[in-house]
């Protein structure tokens, strides 16, 4: 089968970055033959590169966006987020995009286009199309909304302005862009009930996690040092968006410590657009309980997790959460809230709180607490068992095969279904 593929792949990346990598790499060693279309100043994945079925394409960009590019730098930040979301813009580069494909799909007959990590901004009708999804439409804009007081309050009213205006833009399209695919992929069932909002079939909307690298992600028993009477330590690895809910975390973090002294909290993530939420660090109230880094090389976070005992991940609307993934197959237990699509996939040890409060988050949190103290090794055994089961990407991709099939099966009945209302029309 080959393969035109776009999207967003890096080895050794987070997140569905990293996992679509994974997915590539596995396609590739079953045969597929990929031509993948993208700007290599962009997106270059030159590990790739080294198969032989494995084709890079270098896209140009359109020259609206040449100039937009050659402004200074300062005036490139501010304007080129707006303006990449304008319908001009998109429509001059996925023009580009589209042609490119064409000339490639005459000569070598594409059996599939797949998109990775974002939804198709073209159609192409002879060609099958798969979009395997970040998440949701605009889930960042409605808890943007819905946080909006706090927003303001840590960050100002000008940021909360420019956000408004910037989803405003992203908005547009989003429903006949999805009605490009002919099968949606995102990663759990909280998500697809979401996508059905907007996608015009629920029916060719299917469900599948990110794998995960389950030979990197696996304690080195060498480094665990803890024993029982350590102080534990709770692990929030990610980004610090609003929608994560640091601020949660920390007002139930500070309960959690009036009622125990023995336990730490490490944060590594940094804060990509609301910076004012640094604040929720700067004042703890407890500053001495708390580890904060922007930032850690990917290559530690397997170390980084052995000496932790739980990671906890607070987000709301959250599609699947990659740092859960690696924490279970690192063997820990986690602890994630009710809209977080990743509880779909966690061990029976885990834990899921079902109110957004302080209140049901720390009642978790000693929970777990307790947990550990009590079985750890068992907790450590589920957490590695269900990460197997779940991420290990030679089982996603054998679903994903199923997918491919399906999609091109629906295809064929459509194309009859249209060829037969042609020969009926008089």
Known sequence: MRIACNGLVKKNSGSGIGAQYLILEELLKRGYKIDFFNRKSFIYPEELCEYDNFNYFDIRRSILNELLHSLPNLFRKIVLPFTNQLPLVRNFNNKI???NILINHQDKQ???????????????????????LTGPPQTEWYFI?????????????FLYAKLSIFYAFKVIGVKSELGFSDTLICGSQWSKEKISDYAARADNIKV????????FFKVDKHHNTKNINDNKVFLWLGRCDPRKRLDLLLEAYALVLKERQDIQLKIFGGFRYAKGYKKLIDNFKFPD?????????????????????????PSEGENFGSSVAEALSC???????STNGT???ISSSSFVF??????????????????????????ALDARQTAEQNFDVSKIVDRLEIIFQETLASKQIEVHHSSTEVVKQP
């Open 331 to 337: 063997g820990l237990p986690v602890i994630v809230g």
């Open 97 to 99: 995009l589209k042609q």
């Open 145 to 157: 909304q819905k946080l909006k007081q706090k927003i303001i309050a840590f960050c100002g009213l």
């Open 354 to 379: 079902d109110e957004y409060t302080p209140e049901s988050l720390k009642e978790t949190m000693l929970k777990a607490v307790e947990a550990v103290e009590q079985r750890q090794k068992k907790l």
């Open 110 to 132: 594409y059996d599939l286009l797949l998109y990775l990590d974002k939804r198709s901004p073209i159609r192409i009708k002879e060609i099958p199309t798969i979009s395997w």
């Open 208 to 215: 599948l996690p990110y794998p995960i690298d389950l030979n």
């Open 289 to 313: 309980r708390v580890q904060y880094k922007p930032y850690i090389d990917r290559l530690k976070v397997p170390e980084l997790m052995s000496f932790c005992d739980v990671l906890i991940q």
């Open 343 to 345: 509880k779909d996939y």
